[in-house]
T-cell receptor, first 112, second 113 residues
Framework: GDSVTQMEGPVTLSEEAFLTINCTYTATGYPSLFWYVQYPGEGLQLLLK?????DKGSNKGFEATYRKETTSFHLEKGSVQVSDSAVYFCALRSPGNTPLVFGKGTRLSVIA | EAQVTQNPRYLITVTGKKLTVTCSQN?????MSWYRQDPGLGLRQIYY???????DKGDVPEGYKVSRKEKRNFPLILESPSPNQTSLYFCASSPLEQTIGYTFGSGTRLTVV
């Protein structure tokens, strides 16, 4: 079945550091790929998405590119801020009325 | 405003006392789902529904019930709660379209003592 593997956290970075959170997936078809963010005490919010190979999703300075050849969708940000501290979830959704499949989440802490 | 509304946000209850967590969406979404979130285990799907009167088990359905009598509502029922159901619960909805992600509610933190 479909699955998503994220790098384990927690990840701790200094403000203005470069962020990469790795995400790889296994799917039988051509899924859509998503990154969600969960700030402390809140629900999950859609951060960005990509629906086909080589698409780049971007939002709030975060980017991720759909790489079919490596089955990856790594999340990057050039300069993180303290306000980016949150848990980040990678997810995929395959065709055919299927549910979202989530990775286990990666906790990011950014220190000033 | 398009949203998924869960109630209550916080609930403390005793073992065995039936409870219902409500979930409502105003986006006319066909798909609705319940998740629980536990430290180290990520999000685990409890039940989902593709449309009215259609529900299916997720990964961890034991001890839970759901119903989908109307498109907008998808309540989660714990008939006899136990301490291992202490968790953070999220409801989510979406269209059936693959390229659309979920909209999540704000969560319900349940404690069973």
């Amino acid at each position: 079945g479909d699955s998503v593997t994220q790098m384990e956290g927690p990840v701790t970075l200094s403000e203005e550091a470069f962020l990469t959170i790795n995400c790889t997936y296994t799917a039988t078809g051509y899924p859509s790929l998503f990154w969600y963010v969960q700030y402390p005490g809140e629900g999950l919010q859609l951060l960005l998405k990509a629906t086909k190979a080589d698409d780049k999703g971007s939002n709030k300075g975060f980017e991720a590119t759909y790489r079919k050849e490596t089955t990856s969708f790594h999340l990057e940000k050039g300069s993180v801020q303290v306000s980016d501290s949150a848990v980040y979830f990678c997810a995929l959704r395959s065709p055919g009325n299927t549910p979202l499949v989530f990775g286990k989440g990666t906790r990011l802490s950014v220190i000033a | 405003e398009a949203q998924v509304t869960q109630n209550p946000r916080y609930l403390i209850t005793v073992t065995g006392k039936k409870l219902t967590v409500t979930c409502s969406q105003n986006m006319n979404h066909e798909y609705m789902s319940w998740y629980r979130q536990d430290p180290g285990l990520g999000l685990r799907q409890i039940y989902y529904s593709m449309n009215v009167e259609v529900t299916d088990k997720g990964d961890v359905p034991e001890g839970y019930k759901v119903s989908r009598k109307e498109k907008r509502n998808f309540p989660l029922i714990l008939e006899s709660p136990s301490p291992n159901q202490t968790s953070l619960y999220f409801c989510a909805s979406s269209p059936l379209e693959q390229t659309i992600g979920y909209t999540f509610g704000s969560g319900t933190r349940l404690t069973v003592v």
